[in-house]
């Protein structure tokens, strides 16, 4: 049951070196910024004028973000593992 729980809410955050509230505060900003440009991709679906990049320029942009933050996880485990060289 322990080894569930800290799989489940512990593992991950470690692995990035956040804290479980860290790194809820971050992923709760990337769900709340998906909700809202799910509300500007139904509007635009109703009027097509309105918001006619603004879904796609936001989700490349966050595409960025969170492929900055694998970057560093990796790097992370990397260095824990003893396998690390910054001049890679």
């Known amino acids: 049951m322990i ?3 800290n799989r489940l809410f512990v ?3 470690r692995e990035v070196e956040e804290s479980y509230v860290h790194h809820m505060a ?3 900003q990337f769900g709340f910024r998906l909700l809202k440009l ?3 991709a139904f509007i635009h679906a109703l009027v097509p004028g309105l918001h006619k990049a603004t879904v ?3 989700v490349c ?3 960025d973000e969170l492929d900055g ?3 560093e996880a990796r790097e992370c485990r990397m260095r824990d593992a003893g396998v690390w060289d ?3």
């Open 3 to 5: 080894r569930t729980l």
């Open 11 to 13: 593992d991950h955050p």
């Open 26 to 28: 971050a992923s709760s």
């Open 38 to 40: 799910a509300g500007c």
């Open 56 to 58: 796609s320029e936001a």
């Open 61 to 63: 942009g966050m595409a």
């Open 69 to 71: 933050r694998a970057q």
């Open 86 to 88: 910054p001049g890679l």
